[in-house]
């Protein structure tokens, strides 16, 4: 076995876990922002549990995602549309 396919693996592992952090940190910024001020304790707390919930879904679809190439397609495919745009 050619031990150059368990780099490729390695630096593609590490290159999509950063993108899967990234994006999941986005979305907990999201989420931490929101104001409980006028919200009692329990709701409050059902609130945040609500939103990690979201968080750790949105975390597992965007690996499946990222693990499928959808992921990558999509944003080939903003980008592409993205340069469309500006050349017209």
Known sequence: MCPLRFILVFFSAALA?????????????????A????????DAKKQQESNMFKVIQNGFW????????????????EMKDTMRK???
């Open 17 to 33: 876990g950063y993108f899967a952090w990234t994006t999941v940190n986005a979305s907990t910024d999201a989420f931490a922002e």
């Open 86 to 88: 500006l050349a017209d």
């Open 62 to 77: 965007v690996f499946v995602d990222m693990a499928s190439g959808r992921y990558l397609w999509r944003n080939f495919r």
């Open 35 to 42: 104001d409980f001020s006028n919200d009692s304790t329990a």
